[in-house]
């Protein structure tokens, strides 16, 4: 028997162009049967799903965030995400933060230096 956990997943930095990565991500996390979260300080909504313009604003608990902005913007969103208190952060190519992830693993956080549409398509999400 295969057991599918439903996860609260936060996507930093999602967009509503179909080409964007973050905007896979956000289809292919629905598609297997998790809560998504797009937050975006400009984007209302993205095909129906609220989007919150911080992290700060969502109000369920926060399993996992998918990051999708650059290490310059995750640091200036620090304090915001650490609060929030996800179990893991994942850093998706070119959002890597060593001093985020420090400060994450500091506080009992799991940081992964990965891919969530690669993660998701190979069953290790």
């Known amino acids: 028997m295969t057991w599918l956990i439903i996860m609260n ?6 967009s509503d162009k ?3 990565f973050s905007y896979q991500a956000l289809t292919l996390l629905k598609h ?5 979260f797009p937050v975006h300080q400009r984007i209302k909504t993205i095909e129906g799903t609220p989007v919150y313009p911080s992290i700060k604003d969502i109000t369920e608990p926060i399993d ?3 990051m999708y902005v650059s290490p ?3 640091s200036n969103l620090a304090s915001d995400i650490l609060n ?5 952060i994942i850093f998706n190519p070119g959002t890597e933060n060593p001093d985020l992830s420090q ?3 500091a506080q009992g956080i799991t940081t992964i230096d990965n891919c969530t549409l690669v993660m998701l398509r190979s069953g290790q999400f």
Not at 9 to 14: N, T
């Open 64 to 66: 996992t965030v998918s």
């Open 18 to 20: 179909p080409e964007r």
């Open 9 to 14: 997943v936060a996507v930093i930095g999602a």
């Open 72 to 74: 310059d913007i995750s």
């Open 103 to 105: 400060k994450a693993e």
């Open 32 to 36: 297997n049967g998790h809560r998504v």
């Open 84 to 88: 929030v208190k996800p179990r893991r």
